[in-house]
């Protein structure tokens, strides 16, 4: 039996309704190697995979536009499953490739400028936090980056001072869960402190749908975005944005293209009025079936029984790899979600997850210059970063700490 931190048993996570084994069964990946990267790129189902090369086909039997009209309802099935997965309409959801290309979008749409406000916090990935350094320099939009309070998550009376005292419009463009810890922001109380002072509400939830349960309407936000390669195992090349109706009301995309507007003269169009204002008109088809099986089956497993395993599983790696001699946690306090970061006494984190990687254990080392705002502050170089999803299994767990036990004794000699 293995000792916890005091030399206790380590605490077992409360049984949840997930099926380990079904899920291995059916996601070829769980079972070659003790994958721990779904804050990376999660492993995808089965069925996933064989949708997108199912279309694929058809496209090399049909050619793409025709295969695309075969898959019309389907494809509008993929709106609606994103829809249900955050609880919004499908008329509110935009496809995008990324998250970042879907932040960038909104962005873009938004025209802030001299004098206008965007507040954020101190989570911010390194693609927005750049955007928004690139909209100060630039275009002469005033940062507020917020700072931390003791438990590592924004400070809301700072952000309500910030808010009270912010000029021109204001956008408070905050994340749910970072890249760079196991953090989970207040997003509710985010969205309510911005809607009270009349600020836009835009949440980076790119770490946190299909590991923690979102509902658009409860945490009040106008915008939302999200990847489908990470915690919604989708594949890649694929991410969606929630956008409140009205949102963009008397503003529009910045950059309309033929999928969202239709060019009706010389110099006039028309906008569609819901999210898809946003989208571009090319994509990856395929991938887009793939994804929309992705969000049916997190909507199946259950969001609120994968957020309670994951967060069950993630909170008891934390205190077996705390037990650990030279292994120190980098997570603040307010870390109730399925990402685990750590440091190693005389390791760098790279080379860390390159030992473990060549034992087919998979991490991933989180570099400061993904997050200066985060770890540069905190004066770490990189953390090592372990995400699981539903289907690591006791073994997985057993592999990753006994691996973790060598690497860090010898990190130490
Ligand atoms: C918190 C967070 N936001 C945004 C992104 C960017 O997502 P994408 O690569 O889909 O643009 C990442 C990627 O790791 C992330 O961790």
Avoid at 57 to 67: D, I, N, P, V
Wanted: hydrophobic fraction near 45%.
């Amino acid at each position: 039996m293995t000792i916890g931190l005091d030399g206790a048993p380590p605490t077992a996570p409360a049984a949840t309704s997930i099926d380990v084994a079904a899920e291995r069964a059916r996601t070829l990946g769980a079972s070659a190697r003790h994958y721990f990267n779904a804050a990376g790129a999660g492993l995808m189902s089965d069925a996933v995979v064989a949708r997108m090369i199912d279309h694929l086909r058809l496209e090399q039997r049909s050619g793409g536009y025709e295969a695309a009209n075969a898959v019309v309802d389907e494809i509008t099935g993929v709106y609606e499953a994103a829809a249900a997965v955050v609880g919004a309409d499908a008329d509110e959801i935009a496809l995008f490739d990324s998250a970042t290309s879907g932040l960038r979008g909104l962005f873009d749409a938004l025209r802030l400028g001299e004098g206008d406000t965007v507040i954020a916090p101190r989570s911010s990935y390194v693609s927005q936090a750049l955007r928004l350094l690139a909209l100060q320099r630039h275009d002469g939009v005033n940062l507020v980056v917020v700072p931390n309070d003791a438990s590592g998550a924004i400070d809301l009376d700072a952000l309500e001072r910030a808010l009270a005292t912010a000029s021109g419009r204001v956008v408070v463009s905050s994340v749910h869960v970072p890249t760079s810890s196991g953090l989970v922001e207040p997003v509710a109380a985010i969205g309510r402190l911005a809607r009270a002072h009349g600020a836009l509400s835009v949440l980076d939830a790119t770490q946190s749908i299909g590991q923690i349960d979102v509902d658009v309407r409860a945490i009040a936000c106008d915008a939302l975005v999200t990847t489908g390669r990470k915690f919604l195992r989708g594949p890649r090349g694929t991410g969606f944005a929630y956008l409140r109706r009205g949102a963009l009301d008397g503003i529009g995309a910045w950059a309309p293209d033929v999928r969202g507007s239709v060019w009706t003269g010389p110099e006039e169009w028309t906008m569609d009025g819901g999210a898809r204002q946003l989208e571009t008109w090319e994509s990856s088809v395929a991938a887009r079936l793939g994804l929309g099986v992705a969000l049916r089956e997190a909507v199946d497993r259950g969001l609120a029984e994968t957020e309670a395993h994951l967060v069950g599983l993630a909170a008891r790696l934390r205190e077996r790899l705390a037990g650990i001699a030279g292994v120190t946690i980098a997570d603040p306090p307010a870390s109730a979600s399925g990402i685990v970061t750590f440091s190693v006494e005389g390791a760098v984190g790279r080379e860390f997850s390159a030992g473990l990687r060549a034992a087919r254990i998979d991490t991933i080392a989180i570099p400061a210059s993904h997050a200066q705002w985060d770890l540069g502050e905190r004066g770490l170089p990189s953390v090592v970063r372990v995400s699981p999803h539903v289907y690591n299994d006791d073994s997985d767990e057993a592999a990753l700490i006994a691996r973790v036990e060598e690497l860090a004794a010898e990190a130490r000699r």
